[in-house]
């Protein structure tokens, strides 16, 4: 079985972080404790299961999906990111039916969210 394996930059993508982080505003108070994602150390610590163990990272987060089939597998042990192995291959939720726009926005109207700002963008 080939797993996806990190390309090596991960040291680099560190130190833009921290040239980011260096330039960054503070967090308005209480936005930290609501968030997805914490910290930069969870950050870190999801980004290193999910290259580690595809398979339970993102199956969690698939939980979370509507399914109109579920999925027999998360990622397929045929995988292959590696041109000297063969064909490049990825084949994610073999077996499953879902509908994005679903997951994306009327699940959460449905839901009773409906009139909530899902996303701010600031350009």
Known sequence: R?????TGTHGADARARER?????VALPEGFAPAALVRSTEEYDKMWKESVEDPAAFWGRIADDFHWNT????VVSD???FD????T???????GG???LCYNAVD???KAGNGDKVDFFWEG
């Open 107 to 109: 699940r959460h109207v």
């Open 97 to 99: 039916t879902t509908n």
């Open 83 to 86: 041109v000297r192995e063969g």
């Open 70 to 73: 579920k999925p027999e597998s």
């Open 2 to 6: 080939r797993a996806a394996r990190g």
């Open 88 to 94: 490049i291959s990825s084949k994610w939720f073999e």
């Open 20 to 24: 980011a982080m260096a330039s960054s």
């Open 78 to 80: 045929a995988n292959n």
